[in-house]
């Protein structure tokens, strides 16, 4: 089953605006990432950000983690086009195990 | 090599129908994860190896599928009697020592559809 859930399921901004992207884990975690994926094939890693910290930046991302609600948010701060794909989170908890959980994903659509 | 591989990236099969799905992972990658992608849903984790033992098949979801590693490298994903339900995408990953689960490298999947 999946521990995170991402909202909203689909979102549509315009080039030059900011997207944001929620996500929300049922179990105490270890790390959460985020990853994106085009055109539903391969994922690339986009941001780690461990269960201790709070906020953590790359280039145009940020991402927060509320350890207390058990979420996260990522931020595309000056959207372009080619930001169009699906975000997923992803955690694993600290059991030793090596799975990650992800979330169902958000589907961004950047119109140019 | 430049990232990781899989093969086929389409397969088409008859309900009933054995497949293998193949993985070369990234050179030097000890960790290796078999994930499978429903229609517009999340990854779900089937498998992990590290180097060529498994430990933890737990997201296996019946004794139809089955993975192996050779060599510290290459991974089969091997799928008995198909199902329409098992039609996904399946998804590869590595990681090189050291690293956990803290960033994942991922194939460009399989595209299983059982007719």
């Known amino acids: 089953s999946q521990q995170g859930e991402e909202d909203p399921q689909a979102l549509s901004i315009q080039e030059g605006e900011n997207a944001t992207m929620n996500c929300s884990y049922k179990?105490?975690?270890?790390?959460l990432q985020w990853y994106r994926q085009n055109s539903g094939r391969g994922l690339v890693h986009l941001i780690l950000i461990r269960s201790n910290e709070r906020e953590k930046h790359s280039g145009r991302l940020r991402v927060t983690l509320d350890t207390s609600k058990k979420s996260s948010s990522l931020l595309i701060t000056a959207s372009r086009a080619a930001d169009t794909a699906s975000y997923f989170c992803?955690?694993?908890?600290?059991?030793?195990?090596?799975?990650?959980?992800f979330g169902s994903g958000t589907r961004l659509q950047v119109q140019p | 090599g430049a990232g990781v591989s899989q093969s086929p990236s389409n397969k088409v099969t008859e309900k009933g129908k054995d497949v293998e799905l193949r993985c070369d992972p990234i050179?030097?990658?000890?960790?290796l994860y078999w994930y499978r992608q429903r229609l517009g849903q999340g990854l779900e984790f089937l498998i992990y190896f590290q180097g060529n033992s498994a430990p933890d098949k737990s997201g296996l979801p019946s004794d139809r599928f089955s993975a192996e590693r050779t060599g510290e490298s290459v991974s089969t994903l091997t799928i008995q009697r198909t199902q329409q339900e098992d039609s996904a995408v399946y998804l590869c990953?590595?990681?090189?020592?050291?690293?956990?689960?803290?960033?994942?490298?991922f194939g460009s999947g399989t595209q299983l559809s059982v007719l």
């Open positions: 990953a590595s990681s090189p020592p050291g690293q956990g689960v803290a960033k994942l490298f």
């Open positions: 050179s030097g990658h000890t960790a």
């Open positions: 992803a955690t694993d908890r600290d059991t030793g195990r090596r799975a990650l959980t």
């Open positions: 179990t105490s975690i270890n790390n």
